[in-house]
T-cell receptor
């Protein structure tokens, strides 16, 4: 699995968009970009994933650059409950292990 | 549709003892992976089971072993517990498809070794 790089922490004002970046410059052609978040003491929660195209679901949007070397997770209207550690990983269809870094701690402030 | 379930949620063991953690995958999933997460760190891959066999293993000693049953549920066993084994143990299940290979996590089992 390719390695990802994320900033260790970010702040966001409640109600504003939170944009979380991730670099994955060594991603392979068959690897998807996945985002998870982990609220304290709970298991990681799946948010969204994509291969090439931008994706949107009820939780977030995922923007992947054309060269696929980086991506951005967008939480359009952050709430206090979005405060969590966000992990970006890359994973192939036949992948076994997934390599997690230390993620980005997002703090949403009132 | 039940998600990934793990038991027990919390347990305390003494150094040198053995522990067994259990996991039931999300309905329809046939592949189970186990991760260890120390405080303040991201999850670290232990191993993956598919068709009742260990398919891939991370950098963990042989004290960590597992099993997958015909119904796809799985167990993680850790022998000769060390203080450093204290962590959150996460089970994740997946089912590869044309749309990717999303892994879904359970809530984990908190293990404290004293």
């Amino acid at each position: 699995d390719a390695k990802t790089t994320q900033p260790p922490s970010m702040d966001c004002a409640e109600g504003r968009a939170a944009n979380l970046p991730c670099n994955h410059s060594t991603i392979s052609g068959n690897e998807y970009v996945y985002w998870y978040r982990q609220i304290h003491s709970q298991g990681p929660q799946y948010i969204i994933h994509g291969l090439k195209n931008n994706e949107t679901n009820e939780m977030a949007s995922l923007i992947i650059t054309e060269d696929r070397k980086s991506s951005t997770l967008i939480l359009p209207h952050a709430t206090l409950r979005d405060t969590a550690v966000y992990y970006c990983i890359v994973r192939g269809t036949n992948a076994g292990k997934s390599t997690f870094g230390d993620g980005t701690t997002l703090t949403v402030k009132p | 549709d039940a998600g990934v379930t793990q038991s027990p949620t919390h347990l305390i063991k003494t150094r040198g003892q053995q522990v067994t953690l259990r996991c039931s995958p999300k309905s329809g999933h046939d592949t189970v992976s186990w991760y260890q997460q120390a405080l303040g760190q991201g999850p670290q891959f232990i191993f993956q089971y598919y068709e009742e066999e260990e398919r891939q293993r991370g950098n963990f000693p042989d004290r960590f072993s597992g099993h997958q049953f015909p119904n796809y549920s799985s167990e993680l066993n850790v022998n000769a517990l060390l203080l450093g084994d204290s962590a959150l143990y996460l089970c994740a299940s997946s089912l590869p498809s044309r749309g990717g290979n999303t892994i879904y996590f359970g809530e984990g089992s908190w293990l404290t070794v004293v």
